[in-house]
């Protein structure tokens, strides 16, 4: 992890290295007056791009590492959430929230995404609080809610809503 940043970090420093010393050189090569000042301009146009490219390429490179980092500490905190609900079977969302210092909407946010990537099975009730880990094969069957035993409705793609209490059953597949 953050092999990226640190590739772009190199690029950028031996790009800054790499310019520093050819116009050192260059630079030589003038005061030596063994390169005319239009000579020592083609060759600073010749090496801009390269040194462009490294510099431009290593910022680039940096700051991509730096999103990536960020969006796999995100995926850790959503298998965090999805570890507790499967080993414990029964977490209040908002004994999550203050376990991982988050908002109980952070956590909702979550349990949506992971819903999505077909990775949490499994049922919530917002108005209680509490999620459950549940076999999605136990659920696809039935059709009644686990929590107040009330007829289901299907409330969009992998989501069961209970009319009466609230409770969201997540299906995946």
């Known amino acids: 992890m953050g092999n990226s940043r640190i590739v772009g970090l190199i690029l950028f ?10 116009a050192a050189w260059l630079m030589s ?6 390169l005319s000042a239009s000579g020592a301009i083609f060759g600073g146009i010749l090496a801009l791009p390269v040194i462009a490219v490294l510099v ?12 990536e980092a960020a969006e796999f500490a995100e995926v850790q905190k959503e298998k965090e959430v999805l570890n507790m609900v499967i080993t414990r079977g029964k977490v209040n ?14 956590i909702k946010e979550w349990v949506y995404d992971l ?9 919530v009730n917002w108005d209680d609080g509490i999620l459950y880990s549940s076999e ?8 009644k809610c686990p929590n107040c035993g009330a007829q289901l409705e299907l409330a ?4 069961v809503k209970c009319p009466y209490c609230g409770t969201e059953i997540f299906l995946s597949k």
């Open 93 to 106: 969302i908002s004994d999550v929230a203050i376990e991982m210092n988050v908002s109980v909407d952070q």
């Open 115 to 123: 819903v999505g990537k077909g990775l949490f099975s499994g049922y």
């Open 13 to 22: 420093v031996f790009g800054l290295v790499l310019a520093v010393g050819f």
């Open 29 to 34: 090569g003038m005061m030596a007056h063994k």
């Open 156 to 159: 969009g793609k992998g989501i």
């Open 56 to 67: 431009g390429g290593g910022i680039y490179l940096y700051f991509k590492g730096r999103q």
């Open 136 to 143: 999605a094969s136990k659920l696809k069957g039935e059709h």
